[in-house]
């Protein structure tokens, strides 16, 4: 079956440098991306999203980069902060699908 | 705006009961989504309910069912308790009928021993 999914299960990363989690999709007719970030203890929370138009987003100190060639999705995170410690997922859906595929996701860790 | 609530945080059940998990959504929010994580399975889609409808189902067993209320507060059942079953319980809300972007719960941690 088709799945969303991501690269790396783990990524460590010093405190100031720049991250990049990578996410492959395999569903052609995906059009809308989104990344989520969950903390321990709380639910998945919202970072950004894109749709299959657009192929880079930026927000506060996140950019999301689409490839549909090579169906590829990144998260880039500027000047990664202790609080950017963290699971990530990458999501995506189609019209009228009425759910999210999620990937596997990956745990971010920042040394100090 | 409070978030999307949901009831009880925790619960532990023993195999061959059932539970009901309850959740709030936000408020003018009328898709309520919900999902199933465990360690090993990741994020699983379980049903999705607009206006008191289903309208997408994942591929769960029949014991995994759920309802929205008309004032868009939504339940999911689970009876016959495996051990299996043993996961957190996300509920999540859109603002809009196409269901794309959605804010969760905290959800609930079932424990099924």
């Known amino acids: 079956g088709e799945s969303v999914g991501l690269h790396l299960p783990t990524l460590s990363v010093q405190e100031g440098d720049n991250s990049i989690i990578n996410c492959a999709y395999s569903?052609?007719?995906?059009?809308?991306f989104i990344w989520y970030k969950q903390e321990s203890g709380k639910g998945p929370q919202f970072i950004i999203d894109?749709?299959?138009?657009?192929d880079k987003r930026q927000g506060q100190r996140v950019t999301v980069l689409l490839n549909k060639t090579v169906k590829h999705l990144s998260l880039q995170i500027a000047a990664t902060q202790p609080g950017d410690s963290a699971v990530y997922f990458c999501?995506?859906?189609?019209?009228?699908?009425?759910?999210?595929?999620f990937g596997a996701g990956t745990t971010v860790t920042v040394r100090a | 705006k409070a978030g999307v609530t949901q009831t009880p945080r925790y619960l532990i059940k023993t195999r061959g009961q059932q539970v009901t998990l309850s959740c709030s959504p936000i408020?003018?929010?009328?898709?309520v989504s919900w999902y199933q994580q465990t360690p090993g399975q990741g994020l699983q889609f379980l049903f999705e309910?607009?206006?008191?409808?289903?309208?997408n189902k994942g591929n769960f067993p029949g014991r995994f069912s759920g309802r929205q209320f008309s004032n868009s507060r939504s339940e999911m059942n689970v009876s016959t308790l495996e051990l299996g079953d043993s996961a957190l319980y996300l509920c999540?809300?859109?603002?809009?009928?196409?269901?794309?972007?959605?804010?969760f719960g905290s959800g609930t941690q079932l424990s099924v021993l």
């Open positions: 999540a809300s859109s603002p809009t009928d196409k269901d794309e972007k959605l804010f």
């Open positions: 569903n052609s007719a995906s059009d809308y």
């Open positions: 894109i749709r299959s138009n657009m």
């Open positions: 999501a995506e859906t189609s019209s009228n699908d009425y759910k999210l595929s």
């Open positions: 408020s003018g929010h009328r898709s």
């Open positions: 309910y607009f206006s008191e409808t289903q309208r």
